[in-house]
């Protein structure tokens, strides 16, 4: 049985990478989404293993001082990261493994493994995008303004991804990666191993 | 409109190519399937420009000398190429363009444009390949024997190829053609113009 792939994906807030990946996860349940772990402390309704892995303080750092973490970083004093053991258990039964995580943990990711593949969902336009954003209706104008600054930011390093996906419709950003994924697994290096010859 | 881009589809002879190619001109039209041109004469229903591109010797000469080959080569004394100039139209109109050529020919479209995608099609397994070559009936078995040898000689240069994809069935090894398609014309180079500054 071939391994899994890694698929990272990224993108600025308020694009829809949630919606994109709950609805690849509906067309394919052997899909592995990445459970992040934090140091935060669980908010009502939120269980351990499935929105997160709650870890204390020192247990966070022992994970990150025995290389237990694919990427890790600090937002508001609390640590979060990308668990290496489960992504890896995954991979070996041959599941895809699918991570939203931001950009700078992408760049870990591309550092220790390359060939995990980087895929950037971008908004079909800026103007889309503040709308989504001012849709919410969850935050004020200069929390937007802030997040779409950050989001051009971003979308410079984006050039560098593997692949660029546009969310004009749900169906169809999740069509175009799962047709990335497809073409991935037709990579000569994986591929040929699978002719008997 | 973004532009067309260009698949070399490769593999031995038997493998299936021709079918793959029909199953992916079928399901779309708008794809260009490049006409080679060739020194040969005409066989009884080769109509020109429709299943070759006849040319006279001096003819082709002109063409090689004017640089409007993106491959060509020499085989039993005839010269067969693929004409620059109807691929570049194909792709300015926006239209992807398949290229069912030699491993060699491949070779040298590379070399002048990288951005070239190379899709090799293998067998599930050397064995199905020979009885495919058997079931034809059409040669005796030191030439089936020949090709054979051939093919497994040219796999190795597969490896370097962009996608290998393993015709099991022609549905199947379609569809992944057709996601890998996709998945080229999500790269950031192109996509990142595509959205609204």
Same mark, same amino acid.
């Given at each position: 049985? $071939?391994?899994?792939?890694?698929?990272?994906?990224?993108?600025?807030?308020?694009?829809?990478?949630?919606?994109?990946?709950? /609805?690849?996860?509906?067309?394919? $349940?052997?899909?592995?989404?990445?459970?992040?772990? %934090? %140091?935060?402390?669980?908010?009502?309704? =939120?269980?351990?293993?499935?929105?997160?892995?709650?870890?204390? /303080? #020192?247990?966070?750092?022992?994970?990150?001082?025995?290389?237990?973490?694919?990427e890790?970083?600090?937002?508001?004093?609390?640590?979060?990261?990308? $668990?290496?053991?489960?992504?890896? =258990?995954?991979?070996?039964?041959? !599941?895809?493994?699918?991570?939203?995580? =931001?950009?700078?943990?992408?760049?870990?990711?591309?550092?220790k !493994?390359?060939?995990?593949?980087?895929?950037?969902?971008?908004? $079909?336009?800026?103007? #889309?995008?503040?709308?989504?954003?001012?849709? /919410?209706?969850? =935050?004020?104008?200069?929390?937007?303004?802030?997040?779409?600054?950050?989001?051009?930011?971003?979308?410079?390093?984006? !050039?560098?991804?593997?692949?660029?996906?546009?969310?004009?419709?749900?169906?169809?950003?999740?069509?175009?990666? /799962?047709?990335?994924?497809?073409?991935?697994?037709?990579?000569?290096? #994986? !591929?040929?191993?699978q002719?008997?010859?």
């Amino acid at each position: 049985m $071939p391994k899994g792939k890694t698929f990272i994906i990224c993108g600025p807030s308020g694009v829809g990478k949630g919606t994109v990946v709950s /609805r690849l996860m509906e067309a394919d $349940p052997t899909l592995y989404f990445s459970v992040s772990a %934090t %140091t935060r402390a669980p908010r009502a309704g =939120e269980a351990d293993g499935v929105h997160y892995h709650f870890l204390t /303080r #020192e247990r966070f750092q022992e994970w990150i001082d025995a290389g237990d973490f694919l990427e890790h970083a600090q937002f508001v004093g609390n640590f979060y990261g990308t $668990p290496r053991r489960y992504v890896d =258990e995954a991979m070996d039964q041959g !599941r895809d493994v699918l991570l939203d995580i =931001e950009i700078q943990g992408a760049e870990q990711i591309h550092q220790k !493994r390359p060939e995990a593949v980087r895929i950037y969902i971008a908004p $079909p336009s800026w103007e #889309e995008l503040e709308r989504r954003l001012t849709g /919410r209706g969850t =935050e004020d104008g200069e929390k937007i303004r802030s997040r779409l600054a950050r989001g051009r930011e971003e979308f410079a390093a984006a !050039r560098d991804f593997d692949y660029l996906v546009i969310n004009d419709t749900v169906e169809h950003a999740a069509a175009e990666i /799962r047709a990335i994924m497809t073409a991935e697994h037709c990579r000569p290096a #994986e !591929r040929a191993a699978q002719i008997e010859c």
